[in-house]
């Protein structure tokens, strides 16, 4: 057998075979009894009922995760990649198109089988648990909107690349490189004032209580605000959320309308306060330097694959092509990205945990801090008690009874607790 071919199989089987296994343990590890730290933010309906959504979303994530590894086989296995560019190869005349054309459609492809999993969670197990907000005209809106955005970024990202090592030479994955990270960072505003408000109204933080605590904290941690913003994420799920944008001195905070119904002033200063916590350890920069770091290896390494024709064989491809490279190439690739996978989410749970400590620090109010987390993680059903395997895996943010602890055991903040 194909060598090439091996490593994706296996790979696929051994990603499929580590969520299972996961899921399994998350639900042995489900506890009926309340943790002690959470009496009093759950009532015992409500922490029966988030064991049932944990187990649901396992349930459901078994179901998609079987038929995508079957689908994908067979896909390889069969020739499927073949048969789509057999149609679609030749049409425009020219690589670049050509390669558009088979990314898209295979894109459209994958995303019509997804669709029926898409709509079950939303309008099934998110309506269950009294999540979705969303009506079916807005959901058709919505992928309707993705599609003509993907067609624009993709177009212009992809053709771009595809370009690059079409017409250069050794030099094409730098060139890549370069345009890739500029693109990056000209994404960032692009998000903020068109590609965000196409799908969300953000309207300004009314005067009061809040927009004061909030404004006097920014000025005495020198944080740049250039704005507090609330977002009508209401509109399609009660799950609740707060993010900040932006480069420079044009930093807007963005607070769910979900939040703000939740959540005291106060809470809700000390969660906006881990966010902006990411920013003044440098997480974000960080986060931006690895990221680009990591385009630029997974550039090289696809340049040194580039119409390597045992991989071709593996797919079954009699064309060899850029546009396929790059897609085989991202298959034969997974199993590194699995292992840094690894490590880039045990760096995000430290950064977790420096940002909550920031908050408690900066605001001198670890109560009301512990106070939004345990609101949050009952307001969103959150697992209170998943398996350490599936937190090693999967999680980016530590477990909420892991970070409560860190806040009270640290030394700091014996001061900023008074329960």
């Known amino acids: 057998m194909n060598f090439f071919l091996i490593i994706i ?40 009922k988030s064991q ?38 030749g049409i425009t005349m020219h690589p670049v198109w050509d390669g558009l054309l088979f990314m898209g459609i295979l894109y ?11 709509i079950y969670h939303t309008f099934v197990i998110e309506e269950k648990y009294g999540f979705n907000k969303m009506t079916p005209s807005l959901f058709i809106k919505d992928k309707l909107k993705a599609y003509l955005l993907l067609a624009i970024l993709g177009t212009i990202i992809l053709g771009a690349i595809l370009s690059i090592f079409e017409s250069l030479g050794s030099e094409a994955w730098f060139v890549a490189w370069c345009t890739v990270t500029l693109i990056t960072i000209v994404i960032q505003p692009l998000y903020i004032h068109f590609i965000a408000p196409l799908f969300n109204k953000f309207v300004p933080l009314e ?7 909030l404004e006097k904290y920014a000025v005495t941690i020198k944080f740049p605000l250039s704005g507090i913003f609330v977002m009508d994420g209401s509109k399609r799920s009660t799950h609740s959320n707060a993010y900040f944008t932006g480069f420079g001195k044009n930093k807007r905070i963005v607070l769910y309308d979900t ?10 200063l000390t969660i906006l306060a881990h966010e902006i916590g990411h920013y003044k350890k440098h997480h974000i920069l960080k986060g931006m330097l690895l990221s680009i770091t990591h385009t630029g290896m997974l550039l090289f390494l696809l340049s040194l694959f580039l119409n390597n024709q045992l991989l071709f064989d593996a797919f079954k ?22 292992i840094l996978a690894l490590g880039l989410n ?5 950064h977790e945990f420096e940002a909550d400590r920031f908050a408690v620090e ?4 670890g109560d009301s801090f512990i106070r939004g987390l345990k609101q949050l993680s009952a307001h969103n059903l959150s697992n209170l008690t998943p398996h350490p395997f599936t937190v090693f895996i999967s999680y980016s943010h530590p477990p909420v009874l892991k970070r409560i602890s860190e806040i009270r055991n640290n030394s700091l903040n014996s001061s900023y607790i008074t329960t």
């Open 108 to 118: 459209f492809i994958q995303d019509i089988i997804s669709l029926p999993f898409s």
């Open 52 to 89: 049932r959504y944990t187990r649901d979303n396992i349930r459901f994530s078994r179901i998609t995760s079987t038929v995508n590894l079957l689908v994908i086989i067979s896909v390889i296995l069969l020739g499927g990649f073949e048969l789509v560019d057999s149609w679609t190869r």
């Open 259 to 268: 939040l703000i119904k939740e959540h005291s002033p106060r809470e809700l």
């Open 207 to 213: 005067d009061g209580e809040l927009k004061s605590l």
């Open 346 to 350: 045990a760096l995000s749970r430290k």
């Open 362 to 365: 900066t605001t001198t109010d």
């Open 9 to 48: 199989l296996s790979t696929l089987v051994i990603e499929f075979v580590i969520s299972i296994i996961s899921g399994f343990l998350t639900v042995k590890s489900l506890s009926s009894i309340l943790p002690s730290e959470f009496v009093g933010a759950y009532d015992e309906d409500k922490y029966q």
């Open 317 to 338: 491809m009699t064309h060899v092509s850029v546009y396929a490279s790059i897609l085989f190439f991202g298959l034969l690739y997974s199993p590194i990205e699995l």
